[in-house]
């Protein structure tokens, strides 16, 4: 049944947050989300009268708005798995970026730096070194809370192949934070966290701030999958558009996004 233009505009008010940060998230470039997220709506208001029913308006909107980001994407290369350290290299090189940074935090009041922040940012980006395929589903199961079917709807595959993005996916981004994350292994070469907090919080011990977290808390018990999904929640519990620390983080994810393109040769 053909849904009204009020039950698909109430539906699209309320899923636009999450349909904006989901596409900041693959997209890595808050402009792009707000264009996307506009276009999406346009698109369906277009084609509401093609919409099926076989799915939820949320599911619909969402493979709307996959489908523009995918078409740019796939022309664009993955970033590597050590992201944190090239750009970490390139803002030492840089005195603007920590300039600018600390503009904001002076100055802003969504610009405080938290750990908790730093960890989803951290996600975004190294979820980049991923097959495309393997970041979106990831997205959407762990961090969006879609059931396989939905996603193979949105993805336009099927949910075998579904599960099999989701298991390859999430097998990689543990492994790689296992070996990278100093919040979780004490060998872990990633300080990154630790590091900006004693920079935008100099008067605050950032072990002290690192422990609030239930991840770094349960790290001693070693149970990789247990540590993916409380950083899975950490996620979800940060909206990257409205946070206290939202303007600080995406300058943050500008200059990495930026430093990227530079590296993989993009524009």
């Not at 009020?6 to 402009?31: D, P």
């Not at 993955?78 to 970026?97: L, Q, T």
């Not at 900006?196 to 808390?217: S, T």
Request: glycine share 2%.
């Amino acid at each position: 049944m053909e849904p009204s233009l009020n039950s698909l505009t109430a539906e699209f008010e309320r899923v636009k947050g999450s349909l904006k940060s989901y596409i900041l998230r693959i997209m890595a470039n808050k402009q792009d989300a707000e264009d996307i997220v506009q276009e999406t709506w346009i698109r369906a208001h277009r084609s509401l009268a093609n919409f099926k029913g076989d799915s939820s308006i949320k599911t619909w909107l969402f493979a709307i708005a996959q489908n523009i980001a995918r078409d740019h994407l796939r022309s664009l290369k993955r970033w590597p798995e050590n992201v944190g350290d090239i750009a970490k290299d390139a803002a030492m090189k840089d005195p603007d970026f920590f300039r600018e940074a600390m503009t904001i935090h002076k100055t802003s009041p969504e610009a405080q730096f938290e750990i908790r922040e730093h960890i989803a940012l951290c996600f975004t980006c190294v979820s980049r070194s991923l097959p495309l395929e393997q970041q979106l589903a990831l997205m959407l199961k762990e961090v969006y809370e879609f059931t396989a079917k939905e996603i193979a709807k949105i993805m336009e595959t099927n949910e075998a192949m579904v599960k099999y993005y989701l298991h390859t996916g999430r097998s990689k981004m543990i492994d790689v934070f296992d070996k990278r994350c100093a919040l979780i292994n004490k060998e872990g070469a990633c300080h990154q966290c630790t590091e900006l907090n004693g920079i935008f919080n100099p008067k605050q011990n950032a072990q002290e701030e690192a422990v609030k977290i239930q991840m770094v808390r349960d790290a001693a018990k070693k149970d990789k999958e247990h540590l993916f999904d409380l950083r899975m929640m950490v996620m979800q519990e940060i909206d990257p558009f409205a946070s206290p620390a939202t303007e600080l983080q995406l300058h943050h994810l500008e200059f990495d996004r930026k430093v990227m393109n530079e590296h993989t040769g993009q524009d």
